[in-house]
T-cell receptor, first 112, second 111 residues
């Protein structure tokens, strides 16, 4: 089957660094996405990895290892507004098409 | 560039009724996906349309259906509503298989 695992909840302190892990087992791999979702709002796109390595975008970085089926999202200099759910999604094969498989999300609480 | 729009934003229905939700994608985006989100269940994929054809389908009963028009706008329909259908329904558009951009969602309450 197709499966994505992420921790359910994490807590961190304002100004600190937090790493949110995502492991996946899918039929094929065509890219991994990270999204942020604040309570009551729609998800917003954060990052995309298709090749191994680190992609940096401001305070947020995302890493991918295709051989290990593993990714992480790194958030630096945490701010209170970073309190949100972080969703990992993998574009997998689905017959002749490609399908997005979603994790359940990691709820991050940033404390002062 | 305008984002993804969804109408209505809120809806209250009773069991047994049917409902139609609408989604207008970002201009130039031909792919539209629909999701159901409930607390603790994450994003549950309903279906994806591309150029008026259903490209992928999730594991929902036949009461859930959708379609896409030639202008890429999409509708989803839920017939014979059940209490468990109460959820946030999200629509997302994309260019092909690139990142998806989500609309604000339609919050459906079934009484």
């Amino acid at each position: 089957g197709q499966n994505i695992d992420q921790p359910t909840e994490m807590t961190a302190t304002e100004g600190a660094i937090v790493q949110i892990n995502c492991t996946y087992q899918t039929s094929g791999f065509n890219g991994l996405f990270w999204y942020q979702q604040h309570a009551g709002e729609a998800p917003t796109f954060l990052s995309y990895n298709v090749l191994d390595g680190l992609e940096e975008k401001g305070r947020f970085s995302s890493f991918l290892s295709r051989s290990k089926g593993y990714s992480y999202l790194l958030l630096k200099e945490l701010q209170m507004k970073d309190s949100a759910s972080y969703l990992c999604a993998v574009r997998a094969n689905a017959g002749n098409n490609r399908k997005l498989i979603w994790g359940l999300g990691t709820s991050l609480a940033v404390n002062p | 560039k305008a984002g993804v729009t969804q109408t209505p934003r809120y809806l209250i229905k009773t069991r047994g009724q049917q409902v139609t939700l609408s989604c207008s994608p970002i201009s130039g985006h031909r792919s539209v996906s629909w999701y159901q989100q409930t607390p603790g269940q994450g994003l549950q994929f309903l279906f994806e349309y591309f150029s008026e054809t259903q490209r992928n389908k999730g594991n929902f009963p036949g009461r859930f259906s959708g379609r896409q028009f030639s202008n890429s706008r999409s509708e989803m329909n839920v017939s014979t509503l059940e209490l468990g259908d109460s959820a946030l329904y999200l629509c997302a558009s994309s260019k092909g298989y690139n990142e998806q951009f989500f609309g604000p969602g339609t919050r459906l309450t079934v009484l």
